[in-house]
């Protein structure tokens, strides 16, 4: 599985953006989603993810009412809309898929290349 993001740039705080993961070589549609962010100087920090079977979905208590993560198994496609975004949103954002649906980064399989977001004042 080969997962590209795409849809990162340059915003305001308080706009909008969406992210799209598209996988290529195989479906996506027995793996749980995740979106991982990581700003400079700091850890690879778990933002959402999507349970495959239920679509459950489960945020980092920060972007909670503001981002929403969705897939769409037909497409092999997964997409994080993010709202309202705050200057500490600033990170590049990967895309990952795994057969264990977790927050922990490390029990994913697959990763994206990552897409930047920069939000500024």
């Known amino acids: 599985v080969q997962l590209q993001e795409s849809g990162g740039g340059l915003v305001q705080a308080g706009d909008s953006l969406r992210l799209s993961c598209a996988a290529s070589?195989?479906?996506?549609?027995?793996?749980?989603m995740g979106w991982f962010r990581q700003a400079p100087g700091k850890e690879r920090e778990f933002v959402a993810s999507?349970?495959?079977?239920?679509?459950?979905?489960e945020y980092v208590d920060s972007v909670k009412g503001r981002f929403t993560i969705s897939r769409d198994n037909t497409k092999s496609t997964v997409h994080l809309q993010m709202n309202n975004l705050k200057i500490e949103d600033t990170a590049i954002y990967f895309c990952s898929a795994g057969k264990i649906w977790t927050r922990d980064g490390a029990r994913y399989v697959y990763w994206g290349q990552g897409t930047l977001v920069t939000v500024s004042s």
């Open positions: 070589g195989s479906t996506l549609r027995t793996y749980h």
């Open positions: 999507v349970n495959w079977f239920s679509s459950t979905t």
